[in-house]
């Protein structure tokens, strides 16, 4: 890794690519995020690609760029999807670097410099900043530490497949790294950032800070909302495995990038409350192109090293028991995570607690029968083979996280912990065990988030084990009315407790 590489004279550091179409007022968020960038604007360009608008975004684009030097807009034909107005923001863009961001989400206001000096200081082809979703699942575990040198085969890379990265524009015009025109194509992200995590010489991952906040937009008009055809997204599923089989051989390497898509794209809508909520016939086929990649693509070792609960799940596909699915669909939709506070000691800045926390499916613990020294999950259904369910290696790697929630951005912080699981026996049966979860973190608000603490923080404990990730909400909110400034605690038990009362005693009159 070399030293600082400095910008060339003249040459834009960051060059960030917007498609836009019928924005309306929902763009604001993201033009404000520019404007307030600590990225001096002679140093940075923004590049509004307009597909083809019907409403009046095309001229609060061009007033925008009229005020702004560094924005620039293009108008083109509606092409009805992303990757026409991306590829033109590319051939268009002058920066070392392109972002790729999409004109509903927004920046943190030190994201472009902090992602810039990321890539320069570690030679990057390509900067993954730290993710914030709303209503849009983001990838977790990729962001608990920083990686500058992160990999496909030591880092959990395949988790971030969308495209709001910052890329090195040689990079891309280098290895002709570009995004499928020719209508609406789903995942349209997944073949090209697959390829370029393949071809990168250095790929960092910058987690100590959240750079942008992707969202989920509650009126269902996200360029690419809207329910998706079965048989062409599963024909775009196949093209992304096409990539990996052309970078990998036969093996634990393959098999593991291939979970990504079995576990993302396939299983995930054949579970819980998705499936449930699932229009039957689109259900139906889902299942059989989930069916038929299991059985055409899938080496045995990808479904094998998925957790139990997901290994059942593509058990049953595998196979077409979709009544099955919808069976076992009804009962994780009760899974939940639940916590509790059993302790709290606070000093000055700093704050100590500790956390109990256990997966229930109805109020009920997700059990575990004791079977010839293995621990097997417990289901509500028949003839699913037992070494499907054998979780013996997932339960001892089971494991509980606190995490800080910042209430007015939706950053989150791993906190650092110890915790350990107990296993309970009895209740329903002597053979049969569940997990209780306890954890205790120490979290110093001087330091904490690199000092930038103003505002609201939430607690989650976080539980990972047997194929759910679920968090439990707690009763504490942390508030700080400056940066580093000693938090004000507000525990919401105390408050349930006196609203409690209050009600208690209402009913006694």
């Not at 906190?415 to 699981?421: I, N, W």
């Not at 049966?429 to 205790?440: C, E, K, M, Q, S």
Request: some cysteine.
């Amino acid at each position: 890794m070399g030293g600082i590489l400095k910008a060339k004279v003249g040459v834009p550091k960051v060059s960030v690519v917007v498609p836009a179409y019928n924005c309306g007022p929902h763009i604001e968020k993201l033009v404000a995020s520019l404007l307030r960038q600590s990225l001096p604007a002679d140093e940075f360009e923004a590049i509004f690609v307009d597909d083809g608008s019907t409403d009046d975004t095309a001229k609060r684009l061009d007033r925008l760029a009229a005020e702004h030097p560094h924005i620039r807009v293009l108008h083109i034909e509606n092409s009805g999807w992303p990757s026409r107005p991306r590829n033109l923001g590319i051939e268009h863009a002058q920066g070392e670097y392109v972002f790729f961001a999409d004109d509903d989400d927004w920046f943190a206001d030190e994201a472009l410099e902090r992602l810039y000096a990321c890539a320069t200081t570690n030679d990057a082809d390509i900067v993954v900043g730290k993710m914030a979703g709303y209503g849009r699942p983001v990838p977790r575990e990729l962001f608990r530490k920083n990686r500058f040198d992160a990999t496909l085969a030591n880092s959990p890379l395949i988790d971030s497949l969308t495209c709001h990265k910052l890329f090195r524009r040689s990079f891309l015009n280098e290895h002709g790294l570009r995004f499928p025109e020719g209508g609406k194509r789903r995942l349209e992200d997944h073949s090209l950032v697959v390829r370029a995590y393949f071809l990168s010489r250095h790929t960092s991952v910058l987690s100590d800070y959240t750079c942008y906040h992707h969202v989920h937009r509650g009126d269902g008009r996200n360029v690419t909302a809207g329910e998706m055809d079965p048989s062409s997204y599963f024909a775009s599923v196949r093209e992304a495995l096409d990539v990996v089989d052309a970078h990998t051989e036969p093996g634990p390497l393959r098999d593991r990038l291939h979970r990504r898509w079995l576990r993302n794209e396939m299983l995930s809508r054949l579970r819980g409350k998705r499936l449930l909520e699932a229009p039957e016939a689109w259900l139906d086929q889902v299942a059989l192109e989930t069916q038929k990649i299991i059985q055409d693509r899938f080496a045995p070792g990808v479904a094998a090293g998925l957790p139990p609960l997901l290994r059942a799940v593509a058990y049953l596909a595998e196979r077409g028991r979709v009544a099955d699915l919808r069976r076992l669909a009804r009962w994780e939709a009760g899974i939940a995570a639940h916590g509790r506070i059993d302790d709290l000691q606070h000093a000055d800045h700093a704050v100590t607690v500790t956390v109990a926390a256990e997966l229930r499916s109805a109020d009920q613990p997700v059990g575990f029968r004791a079977d010839d020294g293995r621990d097997v999950l417990m289901l509500p259904m028949e003839e699913i083979a037992p070494e499907v369910l054998d979780a013996t290696a997932q339960v001892r790697k089971a494991r509980l996280d606190l995490v800080a929630r910042h209430r007015e951005t939706g950053g989150e912080i791993f906190l650092p912990m110890t915790f350990q699981t107990e296993r309970i026996t009895g209740g329903t049966g002597a053979d049969i065990v569940h997990l209780v979860h306890r954890a205790t973190a120490t979290i110093d608000f001087a330091a904490l988030n690199g000092g930038r603490t103003r505002g609201s923080w939430m607690l989650k404990a976080r539980i990972s084990n047997v194929g759910w990730t679920e968090d439990a909400r707690l009763p504490l909110v942390f508030i700080c009315r400056a940066d580093g400034s000693r938090p004000r605690i507000r525990d919401e038990r105390k408050v349930w407790n006196r609203v409690r009362s209050a009600v208690g005693r209402r009913i006694k009159r």
